[in-house]
């Protein structure tokens, strides 16, 4: 099979990584970077050779060469130079988010399908092996009912100016608890965040999705705390699993909750009528070992494949409309300071 080559659009503060791992794979070749910056070419040709800088993106798109694309570029630019690339007859790789709207989203999902050309968003926390283990535990059920999700992803910084903290940070956490919850039905919204820092701009955000199947997840990011945290916490009825993804132990499961203590009836049957008595439990504590490659590794060799057996992306199609959808939703809500709801026929 010939090696697939890759164009990719910028290379700023996260192209470098997605440039070396993509320059890496053995069944692609990435054969061009552009970048409006002649320092960050120059960087570009000092680092990859045999790869060919360009000032534009419209040289990359009429280059017959060029078979997929890679965008690495401000969340604001996705949405026209996905679709461009796309109408060029390249596969597209889009780094989070796929778009800022739902109709963007959806058009530039549905102009690839149209085409048959693979679409896909950079989730990169699909791919983490920690992020893979929590999901088969609670796929298996070991946790019993899943009551509640909650995730924090805060550090001093680093400040951005075009995006808010929500939409710099949430996509990772939204994108997790879609993945966790296979969510792809109706989900309420709200949150509350503040621009201590930058007028109009939130460096903080508390956001709860309340989904129609019953389940709840709640996401706070931050620019503005003392410390680094990337943390997830998933309480069920039988058991609690806490993903640290700054600790050596990425995983750890809890066998913590409360247990209902049968009451004999006047008919010596076991009583299910009135309130049951409760008793603690706090019993083990594991750790599984976690291993495997980098995630970006991982994503981008998934890509790569997509393209070439035709398979559907983990983070494309629906994933990746889910994200988009959950996300606009709460900056509605952060704006018209009240709970939106999100319905998947919309």
């Not at 309420?188 to 903080?204: C, F, H, K, N, S």
Request: aromatic share 8%.
């Amino acid at each position: 099979m010939n090696k697939l080559k890759i164009a990719q659009l910028g290379c700023g503060y996260w192209g470098p990584n997605l440039l070396r791992n993509f320059h890496q794979l053995p069944d692609a070749e990435v054969v061009m970077v552009a970048e409006a910056s002649a320092e960050r070419r120059k960087f570009v040709e000092k680092g990859f050779a045999g790869v060919r800088t360009v000032a534009t993106a419209e040289e990359v798109f009429a280059d017959p060469h060029v078979e997929a694309v890679v965008i690495a570029t401000p969340a604001f630019t996705h949405y026209a130079l996905a679709l461009a690339a796309l109408k060029a007859g390249k596969h597209v790789f889009v780094e989070k988010p796929l778009a800022t709207s739902v109709s963007e989203a959806r058009e530039v999902l549905n102009y690839g399908t149209a085409q048959g050309l693979t679409v896909m968003a950079g989730h990169t926390f699909l791919f983490n092996p920690a992020v893979r283990r929590l999901k088969e535990i609670l796929d298996s059920g070991e946790l019993g009912d899943l009551f509640y999700i909650y995730s924090q992803r805060l550090n001093l910084g680093q400040l951005r100016s075009d995006v808010n903290a929500w939409w710099n940070l949430a996509p990772h956490d939204v994108s997790i608890l879609v993945y966790l919850l296979n969510a792809s039905s109706a989900c309420e919204v709200t949150a509350t965040g503040m621009d201590y820092i930058q007028p109009g701009v939130e460096d903080v955000v508390f956001a709860t999705m309340k989904w129609a199947t019953g389940a709840v997840g709640q996401v706070h990011v931050s620019w503005l705390d003392p410390g680094k945290v990337r943390k997830m916490t998933l309480v069920g009825s039988r058991k609690m699993v806490v993903y640290d993804d700054m600790a050596d132990n990425k995983i750890t499961i809890f066998d913590k909750g409360f247990d209902k203590i049968p009451r004999i009836g006047d008919d010596m049957s076991f009583d299910q009528s009135g309130r049951p008595d409760l008793k603690m439990r706090s019993g083990d504590i594991h750790m599984p070992f976690i291993s495997g490659e980098e995630p970006l590794r991982a994503e981008a060799r998934h890509f790569v494949e997509c393209v070439q057996t035709g398979a559907p992306p983990l983070s494309g199609g629906d994933h990746a409309l889910q994200v988009v959808a959950l996300l606009e939703a709460g900056q509605r809500s952060l704006r018209e300071r009240r709970s939106v709801e999100y319905k998947p026929t919309e």
